[in-house]
């Protein structure tokens, strides 16, 4: 063969190699880079196309072919490329995702990880780590740490866990100190001495005098006027004789009390005193001696009603004709402020009697927002100077003048102290009801602080069957006025807001067939009253059956009227012991009825679920019950072992029983309560979930929600009951503690379980604060069209005030001669801490009546850097004011002089308040 032909048959072989071969053409760099690259093409569209399966299958071939030299490579890759070892991660996530992680530590884990470095030390030492931690065993802090104050939780978590004992009040005083001036022992053994001497004196006194009066007072005499509100309309009242006999003697014991006070040494303003007769030396029943209505005719009563009470239309509604009554917004006035209105009100007269029905607790009374006023910062000379211009509008005390404060304030030592504080301040009569009943704004119809009347407080201001419907429906009337007032507020836009709150209050007692609801009370009460005459109709037949010898002794008494007055009779003045023993019924028949709603939610709701659960026919996930009702069983457990210690206790009651070793137990194991209110809102969203996407759950809630069974409540209704639980807790708690003499063994118990409670109730509270406040800032978001983000931690709302916003034709004049243009209407929304300044625009919708306003944002001012001044009315001008700002300035107006004063106010006690901060 010739060179030629070897040459060319090379070639075709080298050509059907890179053709059709399946190895690669060494011999040829470039036809081999340009089939490799073909190759590795090739293989990356069939790795595009293949799922995530086949690419880890094919990924674990190649690895396991490839050699060490090869497997090094792409680990020297990866660190290169992702510093796998060398990263921290606190530094490179954002650090709520750092928190996150570190929150799944152990406390003890996490004191490890502090000492990694100097960012790890920061992160684990936060607040929000260590709070849950500490709340989940019921420690709490004694402050409230400041806002650049960090690891205040984690060193009192370790403290607990090394003491993991409580402090008694004397060591807390010794440790974080008292608001009291501190005394010498000294001085409180005279006060302790003092307050014995003087309790034997009025014991004795009171004992000796009720022996001489027992032989004058006749058999069916009252001892103490029952309150009117409380009578039912078929009892019949007593004599003239009667009732001038039973004054006589109260007046005759009110002399020998305060001769006994006299009698004994005087001290120098011992604080802690709760001896409320201290207020006067005068006969109180003379304020209330009015028993005709011709003599309320001719004197002047005022009432002062909150819009932060619920439903409080009605309550405006329900005020008697002839007395003056001014409706106040409860966020959105200053203490100056609210004086001016009164004073506007009474237009220069002064009132026999003033009312103040307010939201408050037995400690303090909650009258504006950021002034809940307690017997600490009475003595602030703003809220002082507003106490004694406020008694300035009363009548003296020798006239019967006197200020009732519809707040539970008799009922705790720090309450009856405010009231004795308050009385030597303006030297005006202060009154108060005691408090012990509980439920929803039940302590208005309780006995009032002090004396006993002819006519109560209540009825002097109000209508009783309207105060007695609203007292026992609030809450429902409060749902029922949410859509009322959302039809109705923009037609009473511009009236006053008491004519506006009465007419509402009166639409809905004529919605709810007044009428229909007294004679349903009527027979009600009727019911009970001829259930009690047969039962102590048959255990007075059983007490003759078995003494023969009393049998006609008793049926001497024949009367057909006598067991009726039997019921009115009632000792002259309850001593410590007997109102000791009250106050625990009361606690036990409340908690009765307390556990019985937790039973409904286990009976009604949780027992059918389980059921059909386990039947296979199931209406709700297991996981679903275990998240709605895991919480509530146990609080459930919790308390039916409560409620069994405070029966057991009560069937061998005597005065020298304690029951604050109870609650102490009860307050130590509170860390159920804690899992419930921090799964509350995920129970609720639950709870919606379920019954959005499972019809058999929506049927089912259908069938047992308002129903007979469930005291016509739904499962959402019966979950609010936790809550509402610990301020009646609290109030029974201090009315416990003021009727426990300071000797006795329970009272050391009593104060360590009402601190105990007490702070838990504030952990309650700022959960409800903080919740209300998120939902008030995202509705004004949503409101207004382009505004930012204005939702941040501690802001609130506290006031809004629509303007006309002016401008000024020529600046170059006096003040007096300038003439103002309206160019637009102005919205202006006060919070704590900036002004937000938004146009505001009406629309009307066709064949409607109704507007609609619509905002939008123009610009937000910090409240520090807002400057205002004042313009001086003129005939051109009224009502005017400038808000200047760094960058813009608003040339204002409202529209009468009363919203002018009311907001200028408001928005420099503002100011004031955040320059302090």
Request: aromatic content about 10%.
């Amino acid at each position: 063969m010739s060179v030629k032909d070897s040459s060319r048959k090379t070639l075709e072989m080298e050509s059907f190699h890179t053709r059709f071969s399946a190895w690669t053409p060494f011999s040829n760099k470039s036809l081999n880079r340009q089939l490799f690259q073909e190759r590795v093409a090739l293989i990356s569209h069939w790795f595009d196309l293949w799922t995530n399966k086949q690419r880890e299958e094919f990924l674990f071939t190649i690895f396991l072919r490839c050699t060490k030299s090869q497997l090094r490579f792409v680990q020297d890759w990866f660190s290169e490329r992702m510093q796998v070892a060398k990263v921290d991660f606190s530094t490179v996530l954002p650090r709520f995702l750092s928190l996150y992680i570190f929150s799944f530590l152990s406390p003890k884990d996490l004191c490890a990880a502090a000492q990694v470095s100097w960012p790890w030390k920061f992160l684990t030492e936060q607040d929000c780590l260590w709070m849950p931690k500490c709340t989940k065993f019921g420690w709490f802090l004694p402050y409230t740490p400041a806002g650049n104050e960090y690891g205040a939780w984690k060193h009192h978590y370790i403290a607990c866990v090394s003491n993991l004992d409580w402090l008694t009040p004397r060591e807390a005083a010794a440790i974080y100190g008292t608001l009291n001036e501190p005394k010498t022992e000294e001085e409180e053994l005279q006060e302790r001495q003092r307050e014995r001497r003087l309790r034997k004196v009025i014991w004795e006194k009171i004992a000796l005098r009720k022996k001489e009066l027992f032989k004058l007072r006749p058999p069916w005499a009252s001892g103490t006027c029952c309150s009117e509100l409380l009578k039912s309309k078929c009892q019949p009242r007593l004599s003239q004789t009667a009732r001038g006999q039973v004054g006589l003697q109260e007046a005759v014991e009110k002399q020998l009390v305060l001769s006994s006070l006299e009698a004994l040494p005087k001290r120098s303003n011992v604080s802690g005193s709760h001896s409320y007769p201290l207020l006067s030396k005068k006969n109180w029943r003379g304020v209330y001696k009015n028993d005709d209505s011709s003599s309320y005719a001719s004197q002047l009563h005022f009432i002062l009603i909150s819009s932060r009470i619920p439903a409080y239309e009605v309550v405006v509604d329900s005020v008697r004709a002839g007395i003056i009554s001014v409706v106040y917004e409860h966020s959105g006035l200053t203490l100056e402020s609210l004086l001016y209105l009164i004073e506007k009100a009474l237009d220069g007269r002064k009132a026999q009697s003033l009312g103040v029905f307010s939201d408050g607790d037995s400690r303090e009374i909650n009258l504006l927002q950021g002034y809940k006023i307690g017997i600490k910062n009475l003595l602030r000379p703003e809220v002082r100077d507003f106490w004694e211009k406020l008694g300035s509008y009363v009548a003296p005390e020798e006239e019967g003048g006197h200020v009732d404060l519809f707040v539970p304030l008799g009922a705790s030592e720090a309450g009856t102290e405010f009231l004795s504080q308050l009385s030597r301040l303006s030297g005006t009569l202060f009154t108060a009801p005691t408090g012990i009943a509980t439920g929803s704004y039940q302590h208005i119809l309780s006995d009032w602080l002090g004396r006993q009347w002819e006519r109560a407080p209540p009825s002097i201001y109000f209508s009783e069957s309207k105060l007695q419907m609203w007292s026992s429906l609030t809450d429902f009337l409060e749902d029922t006025l949410k859509s009322v007032r959302k039809q109705l507020s923009p037609l009473f836009k511009e009236l006053q807001k008491n004519i506006s709150g009465r007419m509402i209050g009166q639409f809905i007692f004529d919605t709810m067939s007044m009428d229909n609801i007294l004679n349903n009370q009527g027979i009600a009460q009727t019911l009970a009253d001829g259930l009690t005459e047969l039962s102590k109709e048959n255990s007075e037949r059983n007490v003759m059956e078995d003494n023969p010898q009393d049998k006609k002794s008793s049926l001497s008494q024949s009367d057909p009227n006598f067991e009726v007055l039997v019921q009115l009779e009632r000792k002259l003045q309850m001593d410590s012991a007997e109102k000791r023993t009250g106050i625990v019924r009361e606690l036990l028949q409340s908690e009765r009825r307390y556990v019985q709603t937790l039973e409904i939610v286990r009976d009604v709701y949780v027992t059918p679920l389980k059921a059909a659960l386990s039947s296979n026919r199931a209406i709700l996930s297991a996981a679903n019950i275990q998240s709605i009702f895991s919480d509530s069983l146990r609080i459930l457990s919790l308390n039916r072992q409560f409620l069994g210690n405070l029966r057991d206790r009560l069937q061998e009651w005597s005065p020298a029983h304690c029951v604050g070793e109870i609650f102490i137990k009860f307050g130590n194991q509170l860390n159920t309560y804690t899992n419930f209110f921090n799964n509350y809102p995920i129970v609720l969203k639950t709870i919606e979930k379920c019954r959005e996407m499972m019809p058999a759950f929506r049927a089912f809630l259908k069938r047992r929600d308002h129903t007979v069974v469930t005291n016509m409540l739904s499962l959402p209704e019966l979950l609010l009951y936790p809550s509402r639980r610990f301020e009646e807790y609290l109030n029974l708690l201090y009315a416990l503690r003021l009727h426990t003499p300071a000797e006795h063994v329970d009272r050391g118990d009593l104060t360590t379980a009402i601190d105990q409670i007490k702070q838990y109730k504030g952990y309650i509270d700022q959960m409800k604060q903080n919740i209300n406040m998120k939902e008030q800032l995202s509705d004004i978001q949503r409101i207004i069209w382009g505004c930012p983000t204005i939702s941040e931690v501690n802001r609130y709302l506290i006031r809004v005030q629509d303007v006309a916003q002016l401008h000024c034709c020529d600046e170059d004049i006096s003040f007096s001669l300038r003439l103002y243009e309206h160019t637009r209407d102005l919205s202006l929304f006060l919070f704590n801490d900036a002004l937000l300044v938004s146009s505001r625009g009406t629309s009307h919708t066709p064949f409607e009546r109704t507007s609609k306003s619509t905002y939008q944002f123009i610009a937000s001012v910090a409240l520090h850097r807002l400057l205002v001044e004042d313009i001086s009315d003129t005939k051109h001008i009224k009502n005017a004011f400038i808000l200047q700002g760094p960058q813009c300035e608003w040339i204002c107006a409202t529209e009468v002089e009363e919203d002018k004063f009311l907001w200028l106010s408001v928005l420099q006690n503002a100011i004031r308040s955040r320059m302090e901060t």
